[in-house]
């Protein structure tokens, strides 16, 4: 569990940018304009042509559904407000707008040439702005009463090359259905919950290394004590004990009837002068040789006696 909690508390810098891409991900596409589906059917058509499907982009507030004939409309024949070019059957106009630098006569706003195109009677308006990008500010930038459409690049190039090419086409506009998209609110909710989340998996992970490292401070520092109980001793291969404290009982270190004790750590014989280490066992080995061993292990290597027993009857 301590190690789950360690990995999870190592994750959060990756968790934290995740859900921040995630939540500013649908903040963003909340804030983006409404997609429009552009269905095409030619009529007349001699080759057997299926329905085919373009997107677009709702200018504003506009969004909704249209059908009707293609029809285009020059940006010039939009100037003339007179009641005489109102005409009465179901179109879409389609609009191609001219690039800035042309320096076509802007007779009237481009927000009102939308709106006088579909009080001519057209059921939408489809506005190419492949060669003026910035008419998007405009035409946002108002209310419509009827779907106003904006394309550009190849699916504007598919929609001129139709009447360009004097095909009939019979086209309806909707609303292209995405994803529920969330409100800023439920994404506050969101980075709220788990900033939750990652705070008490830091806090328990912090706790549990906390608790970790009092834990092993307490047992090296009662076994540099066991260990600083146990008896030492100079060697002296004439008997003569020359430590700070005697042996308590006979030398458990491996030796033979041709050779003086050795240490069963490094397997070398006792000189004298040398300091040893006499484990509660009995067993001797060199100090510098058995002390790391007895701070990692704390057992005797020969026979594993635990030195800690005498710590723990001490009271400590």
Known sequence: ???????????????????????????????????????????????????????????????????????????????????????????????????????????????????????????????????????AVELNSGILKKPVVMVKAGVAEELMGLVNKNEEAKVEINIMMETPKWTHYEVGILLTVVSVVLAIIMIFAFRSRCRSNRTWDSVHQQTMRAISRLETRTYSSQGCSGGSHHSRGGRGSNSSSSSGPMCAICLEEFLDGQDLRIISCAHEFHKECVDPWLLQHRTCPLCMHNIMGSEEESGV
């Open 1 to 135: 569990m301590r190690l789950a909690a360690q990995r999870l508390a190592g994750l959060w810098p990756w968790l934290f940018t995740a859900v921040l891409q995630v939540a500013l991900g649908h903040a963003g596409l909340e804030a983006a304009a409404t997609r429009a589906l552009i269905k095409v059917t030619l009529l007349n058509s001699k080759a057997t042509v299926s329905p085919f499907t373009l997107e677009g982009v709702f200018a504003g507030s506009s969004n909704g559904f249209a059908e009707g004939k293609l029809m285009q409309s020059h940006p010039l024949s939009l100037c003339n407000t007179s009641e005489d070019e109102r005409q009465e059957s179901f179109f879409i106009s389609i609009v191609k707008l001219e690039s800035p630098e042309s320096k076509v006569p802007q007779c009237l706003p481009l927000l009102e040439k939308a709106r006088l195109a579909l009080n001519r009677g057209a059921q939408a308006v489809i506005f190419d702005i492949t060669d003026d990008l910035n008419a």
